[in-house]
């Protein structure tokens, strides 16, 4: 029975691999793979992060979630792309007074 069980393993995590696409190579542009539209941002799943630097001596990062916006392509022209994203910023946590 453990042996039956060993085998069965590697071949139900080989299924969802074959229904993969294969990858784009590193360096390489290939707009058929891009599909013209306007995309809506998951506020569930979208994150915009931010880094600033304080005077070379100091590393400050940090991440926005529940975001909102759209993402427009055309792969017919790229640089017509545009982002409209919405930061709540509102929810942010406020310093407590001194």
């Known amino acids: 029975m453990k042996k039956a069980l060993l085998f069965a393993v590697p071949l139900?995590?080989?299924v969802p691999l074959l229904a993969q696409s294969a990858p784009q190579i590193p360096g390489t542009k290939d707009i058929s793979r891009v599909t013209a539209g306007t995309y809506q941002a998951d506020p569930g799943h979208t994150l915009i992060g931010w880094n600033v630097n304080h005077f070379g001596?100091?590393?400050y990062f940090g991440i926005f979630g529940d975001v909102s916006g759209t993402l427009v392509l055309d792969p017919e022209a790229p640089g017509a792309a545009k982002i409209d994203m919405i930061i709540p910023v509102s929810k942010l946590p406020l310093p407590a007074p001194d």
């Open 12 to 14: 139900i995590c080989a």
């Open 57 to 59: 001596f100091t590393d």
